[in-house]
């Protein structure tokens, strides 16, 4: 009998590491790419401890560890899960998700199209993981933005979501306003303050200004907005977002102390001066390039959707884009105008990218922190595997396979910040098992970034074809 305590103690210390080890998980034999330093393991052990990352190491040096689960990697490639760092769950990618843009109401009013959405959101956020992107940062909607996080971040199919709430604009979107407007139009620095402490409660993790300029809003008008959004925000820890898409925009938002460019500067070529500006303020450039052409190709009828949106897309988003179904006395001008001259709006597509791909360019050599971003949810642009045309873009652009994944993963990790960001995008230990396992080498060519057998989020595998079943 004296015996028996410490022999339970034993059994019981026994079984506790049983069950530590029946919960780990070894990947073996596959090719680790860590984009973060550019390291590559062949042969490798990657364990998984419930949902982080324990360890890394060749297979030679490390041995599998006893007791662990595993499963066979040989041949294949595995990555730190895509993070898309521009997206909008407000916006559905379909024709009537921007009635500001085209207005479409008479066929699906806007009231409908809000509620299919947000009805649909565990679809969409599985079609992110289908698409091997475990992270997204929606940059800016409504306040319910705030419930989507939450609901997200509460669900085991979805990526990890960080938000922005409405963005201060110069502009308003009476078009988009049921009550909670995703853009928010902003007159004065004190107007600007009073919002940020009107978001700050809900904790975002970016406040994003719409710095529209035009005829009627000069740069300068709206650079004490600008001035106090960032104030106020960084007073909170909040950085700030801003959509600044022509040089002189983008330069009066660094100077004012942005923290993130969204979009390219697509009006002209980045000059050093600029390059240096965001290089010193250490800003982080998401260039959203598949959004560029988005628009213009559904409304011509010139949609080029990848085989990967054919397939892993929304099936009726993706039918909605056809606007030669459009009854013909619905046309909006702007369609009308697309479809009796394509090549026009496809020319002007074209120039755009002439300067934008070019500005990626620059700016990557210069060394300044590029994240990959889609802006999906905005027309014809879609949720989940967008993100494969913008790897094309930037690949148009000169940009490697390794920079392409460093800016979908490492880069975009530190765009998502605060803790969460501090625990994807890599593959180091202490690290969330968030990982994407590819048949074919992205290294050799990028395509093969969608070459994918399956999708570990937060320790819990999915083969790729139990997804979106
Ligand atoms: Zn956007």
Not at 80 to 108: A, C, E, M, N
Not at 443 to 469: E, T
């Amino acid at each position: 009998m004296k015996l028996s305590v410490p022999f339970t103690a034993f059994v019981a210390l026994l079984l506790l590491a049983l069950a530590a080890h029946a919960e780990k998980l070894s990947l073996v034999g596959g090719t680790v790419i860590n984009p973060a330093d550019g390291k590559i393991i062949e042969n490798a052990v990657l364990v998984i401890d419930v949902d982080k990352i324990e360890g890394v190491a060749s297979r030679r040096e490390a041995g599998v560890p006893v007791g662990s689960k595993w499963i066979d990697c040989a041949g294949k490639f595995i990555l730190p899960g895509y993070i898309d760092t521009h997206v909008h769950f407000f916006q559905s990618g379909d024709l009537f998700t921007r009635p500001d843009v085209v207005d479409l109401t008479k066929v699906r009013s806007y009231e409908d199209e809000i509620a299919w959405l947000k009805q649909h959101l565990p679809d969409t956020f599985e079609r992110y993981l289908r698409s091997g992107i475990t992270s997204v940062v929606d940059v800016g909607g409504p306040f319910w933005n705030f419930e989507v996080r939450k609901t997200a971040n509460a669900t085991a199919k979805a990526p990890r979501v960080a938000v922005a709430g409405p963005l201060i604009s110069s502009v308003s979107r009476p078009q988009l306003d049921l009550g909670d407007p995703p853009i928010v139009k902003i007159d004065t620095p004190e107007q600007a303050r009073e919002f940020v402490r009107k978001l700050a409660p809900q904790n975002p993790d970016l406040v994003k200004i719409w710095y529209i300029v035009d005829k009627d809003h000069p740069v300068d008008s709206f650079r004490p907005i600008v001035r106090a959004t960032v104030e106020e925000s960084h007073a909170r820890k909040v950085r700030v977002a801003v959509h600044a898409t022509e040089l002189e925009t983008a330069r009066a938002a660094v100077e004012e102390g942005a923290d993130v460019l969204v979009h390219s500067v697509i009006d002209k070529p980045v000059d050093d001066a600029f390059v240096k500006l965001l290089k010193e303020k250490h800003i982080i450039l998401t260039p959203t390039l598949v959004v560029f052409e988005r628009y213009g190709r559904t409304f011509a009828n010139k949609l080029n959707l990848t085989p990967e949106e054919k397939a892993w897309g929304n099936p009726e988003v993706i039918a909605s884009l056809d606007v030669t179904k459009l009854p013909p006395e619905q046309l909006p001008d702007r369609i009308k105008t697309a479809l009796a001259d394509p090549d026009a709006t496809l020319d002007r597509i074209k120039q755009t990218y002439n300067v934008a791909l070019k500005n990626l360019k620059t700016l990557e050599d210069a060394g300044v922190v590029i994240a990959a971003g889609t802006d999906a949810g905005n027309i014809g642009t879609i949720h989940g595997p967008a993100l494969f045309r913008e790897f094309q873009l930037m690949k148009e652009a000169g940009l490697t396979p390794m920079q392409i994944l460093q800016c979908a993963t490492a880069n975009a990790a530190k765009l998502f910040g605060g803790e969460t960001g501090g625990k994807i995008g890599a593959i180091a230990p202490g690290k969330f098992a968030d990982l994407v396992i590819l048949k074919s080498n992205p290294l050799d060519d990028i395509k093969h970034a969608s070459d994918i057998d399956s999708v570990i989020k937060n320790g819990v595998v999915y083969s790729a074809d139990s997804l979106l079943h």
